[in-house]
Structure formats: C-alpha cells, structure tokens
C-alpha cells in the first residue's frame, strides 16, 4: 500500500522536475537573448574626429584617441580649436564628427552606425567658458532625425567674440527617449575640445 501511494507522488514530482526544468531552460534562454541585444548596443569607440573648416577653407582635423580603452594608457588629446571671429553676416564654420573603433588594427566607423540609428542618439555640444561672460562661441546641430530632433554629427560654430575654454562633446545613447535634450540615456563615449576664439 505504500508503494502505491508512493508512486503517483513520485510520478508528479518528476512531471514537476520536467517543468521547472524547461521553464528555467526558457529564461536561461530569455535572459542570453536580452543580455545579448544589451551587449549589441554599447559600441567601443576609441578615436573622435571633429573636423571645422570655413566655406572654401581647408578643413582643419582635431583628433582624440584612446586606443586601449578606458582603464588603459592615457589618451591622446587633441589640440587646441583656433577660430577666428565670424563678422555679422559672415560665414560660420561647420562642424563634422566622426567616431571610429580603431582597437586592435581594426578600422570600424561607427559614425554610420549613429547615422542608421539616428533616432536612438544625440550628440550633446556643452561650451564652457573661461572667460566672463557672455561666452564667445555658439555651436548648434544642422541635421535632424526622422522625428525632427537633432543628431549632432553635423554643426554650425559661430564664434563671436574673443574667447576660450572647452568644447565636451557627449554622443549620448536614448532608445526610444530621446527628447532633443542631453538629461536622458547613456554617454557613449565623452571628448573635451579646448577651444581659442582669435
């Protein structure tokens, strides 16, 4: 009798195992995914380029690099904008940014990657002065996602009065919240440009 009233318990417990073993197999699952799609996201970049130049100028290149990553050796920083003072009506200089992986020999350009993905990112342009205000450069975003929120990649400089200081430029990662403001998401990546106005 004991055995018969064993069997049936033994037999739901091992149906119960079976269960609880799938289930945990399916969120293993579940959980590889989502930390694979999160894995997908973040990009290593460890060279920006910004380049300026006038209408009809030469573009001028400053460049930041940090090949081994953070943690590593010390980046290379980039050297100091010189810009000249723009006269009303005259041209401003555009702005061009570009994001490369260049660790391990590789050349990856994850510039189109933000491009494709415009809606999800935003570079910030935060211009922090040395001098007494009012700050002496302006910097503004002239392209626009499909939702009509700006990107960054491309930028207007407007310096108009002597000055200097720094440029922290911030290319900011906002899947499905990006607001058109630099208080939301993650920085992917955060480059300081010391700047002279002339």
Known sequence: MDNTMKYPVKKTINRGAVITAIVCMFMSI????????KEDEGELITTVQLSLSVAGGTPTQYTWKDLDGPGGNAPVLPDTIKLGQVTPGGSSYVGTLTFLNEQNGQL???TLEVKNEAQDHFVCYEVSSITMPPVGLTIAATDKDQNNLPIGLSTEWKPMGKDFGVVVVRLKHQPGIKNGTCAVGETDVEVTFPYKVL
């Open 30 to 37: 579940l959980t590889f995914s989502a930390c694979g799609t």
């Open 108 to 110: 990856q350009d994850i």
